[in-house]
């Protein structure tokens, strides 16, 4: 039996294993990068979700193209998107490091929030397999507690910006790098699983028209 009950893996294998080795390089960078200059952090946060954004959009297409539900990875890839042009580029010149330091931690934590919520209930609700679901749910609640954290302690004050960011950055970091092995470690899952169902087509295919002979 598959252990996957609701066509997640309707994603090419591919998808989970680029997406976790943009996120295991990203955070390796921000957990031991050590730099307080917050330039420099967000431009790496900026650049890491909109990676995460452009092959969940293209898995959207290998998806539309095989007639499978595209609608939640699209709006996964559109939410990345947005984060990244959101760290990048929208910054008005009145702002100060405090009002931006903290509009991008609460930006961060939001998602890390919303993602682990459906790592958790992905996990649930996809996986007859008890070692996938174990993994998923556990990367999800590991996730909510760093995005509690991040959003918790301490304050932008400008003569620390740097210092608290970079805190902050810290967690995010650790949330990447736990989300980042669990894609990889389930995208190898992947690939063998969809290489069995195929080979498992084969062969109903071959005994059904040996049954019309």
Known sequence: MSSTKRKFIESHWLTFAMKGAISVVAGLCLMFSRNDDTHFLTQILGWTMFGLAFIEIANVIYRKVRSHNWGFPLFLGLLELSISVALLFTVDPNATDESLIAMRVAILSAYVVFASVVTIVMGFVSFNNMTDRF???????????????MLGGGSAAN????????????????????????????GVHSRDEMAELHAGRKTTKKLAKKGKK
């Open 135 to 149: 993994m998923w749910v556990v990367n999800g609640m590991v996730g909510t507690v760093l995005a509690l954290l």
């Open 159 to 186: 003569d620390t910006a740097g210092v608290y960011f970079g805190a902050k950055v810290l967690l995010f970091g650790t949330y990447l790098m736990v989300n980042g092995i669990t894609d990889l470690f389930f």
